[in-house]
């Protein structure tokens, strides 16, 4: 069945640093691949998706893109910000049974360092 | 703006109590969500539905129950808890652009 794989966490930056957090996923077709982010004591929230190959998903400076070669979603911020620290999970888009449902990766989380 | 709502929001249980969490949405979507979050897990789902009176099983539905007799409403339902289900629990609801908005989740503890 469709999977995501997630960077391990924890990820510690220093302020303006840049970041990667890599996802890979596994799926048949072409899936909707979706980045959610989850601030301390808070629900889920969407960050940003793709919904087809080639796509670039981007919000908050934060940016993605679909990559069908290379079955990715790596999410990337050219410089972070202490606001930024919080857990980032992956998630692709999932059929099942004629139903569309997520399947989220295990999240990363992320501290930035002032 | 209330959007997803989760009561209680806290809750300790003995082993083999029952209760129910409540999930209200107001944005008038027809699918709702019941997911659970552990450490080193992230989420799983637990039960979905994708419309009044319908429910389908998720990933790791045993030990769980859920309705949605109003739109707008999706309970979940311990019959007999027991310590694994110690957890945080998300409602989550969507249309069908699949972008999920979450509520504040509930934490749950099983003694």
């Known amino acids: 069945g469709n999977s995501v794989t997630q960077m391990e966490g924890p990820v510690t930056l220093s302020e303006e640093a840049f970041l990667t957090i890599n996802c890979t996923y596994t799926a048949t077709g072409y899936p909707s691949l979706f980045w959610y982010v989850q601030y301390p004591g808070e629900g889920l929230q969407l960050l940003l998706k793709a919904t087809k190959a080639d796509d670039k998903g981007s919000n908050k400076g934060f940016e993605a893109t679909y990559r069908k070669e290379t079955t990715s979603f790596h999410l990337e911020k050219g410089s972070v910000q202490v606001s930024d620290s919080a857990v980032y999970f992956c998630a692709l888009e999932t059929r099942d049974f004629g139903n569309e449902k997520l399947t989220f990766g295990t999240g990363t989380r992320l501290t930035i360092i002032p | 703006n209330a959007g997803v709502t989760q009561t209680p929001k806290f809750r300790v249980l003995k082993t083999g109590q029952s209760m129910t969490l409540l999930c209200a949405q107001d944005?008038?979507?027809?699918?709702m969500y019941w997911y659970r979050q552990d450490p080193g897990m992230g989420l799983r789902l637990i039960h979905y539905s994708v419309g009044e009176g319908t429910t389908a099983k998720g990933e790791v539905p045993d030990g769980y129950n859920v309705s949605r007799l109003k739109k707008q409403n999706f309970l979940l339902g311990l019959e007999s808890a027991a310590p694994s289900q110690t957890s945080v629990y998300f409602c989550?609801?969507?249309?069908?652009?699949?972008?999920?908005?979450f509520g504040e989740g509930s934490r749950l503890t099983v003694l």
């Open positions: 989550a609801s969507s249309d069908r652009t699949k972008e999920l908005f």
């Open positions: 944005m008038n979507h027809e699918y």
